[in-house]
């Protein structure tokens, strides 16, 4: 079974373009989320998909970041326009339900997409 | 609000030694506390999960316990490699399934 996906794994842009960023979550998981790690921070929640709908967008940082998730699969975060404080590593994890057929709700991350803003 | 704390940020011992890694929470009222492993430039590794209703869980030479009351989990690795090293990370899971990280523990393990 193929684990969670991201693309790009890394992405160099000058300050101001637009980068989209998307993962593929593990089939049939429901609930999708985004994370980063900027540089000496800790990692940190940026929002949650339930199928397609966003239950919690609480952690985005401002309204240059867009996370869509059509159809309920794949998920992409555009940022527009990036700034150099966006720079960092952005994280995609994916989880079943809570509960359902016993499962913990343990997230499986991706390898991240390394964003760098010159 | 939930906040995650590792002590120490950083650590090398040589290797062969047993050590632990110490991660504390402010909120008791957590799910699960899973611990991860990151290596330069790589992604997250899970290594151990801990549901709200256990006490520790072992894989190997890892061994993590969880104590809610007191909101404190401990990494045990024992007998340390030099492959031990990397940067690893205590997250709490809160409701709704989201984490929340410390800033983790950089293990440098010399041969």
């Known amino acids: 079974e193929a684990g969670v996906t991201q693309f790009p794994s890394h992405s160099v842009i000058e300050k101001g373009q637009t980068v989209t960023l998307r993962c593929d979550p593990i089939s049939g998981h429901d609930n999708l989320y985004w994370y980063r790690r900027v540089m000496g921070k800790e990692i940190k929640f940026l929002l949650h998909?339930?199928?397609?709908?966003?239950q919690d967008e609480s952690g985005m940082p401002n309204n240059r970041f867009l996370a869509e998730r059509t159809g309920g699969t794949y998920s992409t975060l555009k940022v527009q326009p990036a700034e150099l404080e966006d720079s960092g590593v952005y994280f995609c994890a994916s989880s079943q339900e809570w509960g359902q057929g016993g499962n913990t709700g343990e997230l499986f991350f991706g390898e991240g997409s390394r964003l760098t803003v010159l | 609000k939930q906040e995650v704390t590792q002590i120490p940020a950083a650590l090398s011992v040589p290797e062969g030694e047993n050590l632990v890694l110490n991660c504390s929470f402010t909120?008791?009222?957590?799910?699960?506390l899973q611990w991860f492993r990151q290596d330069p430039g790589k992604g997250l590794t899970s290594l151990l999960l801990i549901q709200s209703s256990q006490r520790e869980q072992t894989s190997g030479r890892l061994n993590a316990s969880l104590d809610k009351s007191s909101g404190r989990s401990t990494l045990y690795i024992a007998a340390s490699q030099p492959g031990d090293s990397a940067t690893y990370l205590c997250?709490?899971?809160?409701?709704?399934?989201?984490?929340?990280f410390g800033q983790g523990t950089e293990l440098s393990v010399k041969p």
């Open positions: 997250a709490v899971y809160n409701q709704g399934g989201k984490l929340i």
């Open positions: 998909f339930v199928k397609e709908s966003k």
């Open positions: 909120d008791s009222a957590i799910y699960n």
